[in-house]
C-alpha cells in the first residue's frame, strides 16, 4: 500500500471484511469540566451539540497545540448510546496536517484533498443485524478488535439510516455516510457478502443434549442387590 494512503485519516481497509467505524466532524471542543479536559461535547456551527471523550494521547494534543475557540477537524468512533439512543463518539485525533509535526500526530503529516476529508463523512464496515426498509432504519454491529490477547472479543451497534441497495440483514457491508445533525445517514453501500450463520444457543443445548441421550447406558448385571440380602427381622410378642 502506498505509504501517503496510510497517512489519510481514514485510510482504505486492511482487508475486505476489516471491521470500524470511523468519521470526521468539524466543531469546536467543549469541555464539561477543568477537572476532566477529556470529557465534553463537540459544538457544531448547525448548533448540533454531539458528547465525547477524548481518548489516548489525543488528550496530548489537545492541551499543547489546539485553540478551542476554533473549530477543528475531529477524528471520531462513533457510538450510540443506548439509553438515550443518540450519538456519541470518542475523539482519537484532529486533522491538521499544516499545524501539527509528525511526531505528534502521525495520521496528520501529510496534505490530501481526498472527497473523504470532509466535514461529517464516516466509513462504517459491519455486519447488519436489522433493517426497517419501510423506516429505512438499520443497526450495524461491528467487532472490536481486543487490546490484549487474554481479552474477549466485543461488539457494539450503530443504528444509521438509509436504504440498501439489496438484501441486507446477514450481509457484511462497506458503507460511506455522512452526519446530519445527529444522524448518520447511508449514502453508498457495497455488499461485501455474506457471514457465516450462527446457531441459536437453544439449538446448541438441544444438540449436545441429543448426543448425551444416544450414549448407551450401561447394563445392568442381574443378582440380589446386597444392600438388601438380609433378612427382616420380625419383631417377637412378648
Known amino acids: 500500500m502506498n505509504s501517503s494512503l496510510r497517512k489519510q485519516p481514514i485510510p482504505p481497509p486492511s482487508y475486505p471484511k476489516q471491521y470500524r467505524a470511523i468519521g470526521l466532524i468539524k466543531a469546536k471542543y467543549q469541555v464539561d469540566s477543568d477537572q476532566q479536559l477529556n470529557r465534553g461535547k463537540l459544538l457544531k456551527s448547525d448548533g448540533t451539540i454531539i458528547n465525547a471523550v477524548l481518548l489516548g494521547r489525543t488528550l496530548g494534543i489537545f492541551k ?7 473549530e477543528h477537524l475531529w477524528v471520531v468512533y462513533p457510538r450510540t448510546q443506548e439509553e438515550k439512543d443518540e450519538l456519541h463518539v470518542q475523539i482519537v485525533g484532529v486533522w491538521e496536517p499544516e499545524k501539527l509535526s509528525k511526531t505528534e500526530n502521525p495520521s496528520t503529516n501529510v496534505p490530501e484533498t481526498e472527497e473523504n476529508i ?25 467487532r472490536q478488535s481486543p487490546r490484549k490477547e487474554s481479552e474477549k472479543t466485543k461488539f457494539f451497534k450503530l443504528k444509521l439510516q438509509g436504504r440498501f441497495p439489496s ?30 450463520p450462527k446457531k441459536p444457543f437453544y439449538q446448541q443445548k438441544t444438540s449436545n443434549s441429543s448426543k448425551s441421550s444416544q450414549v448407551p447406558k450401561p447394563k445392568k448385571t442381574p443378582g440380589i442387590n446386597p444392600a438388601f440380602s438380609r433378612p427382616v427381622p420380625k419383631k417377637t410378642q412378648e
Open 64 to 70: 499543547k497545540h489546539l485553540d478551542l475557540g476554533q
Open 118 to 142: 470532509k466535514d461529517g463523512y464516516f466509513s462504517i464496515r459491519g455486519e447488519v443485524i436489522f433493517y426497517s426498509k419501510e423506516e429505512e432504519k438499520a443497526i450495524v454491529k461491528i
Open 167 to 196: 438484501k441486507a440483514v446477514g450481509h457484511f457491508w462497506d458503507l460511506e455516510v455522512q452526519l446530519k445533525g445527529q444522524i448518520l445517514i447511508i449514502k453508498e453501500a457495497i455488499d461485501i457478502g455474506t457471514l457465516p
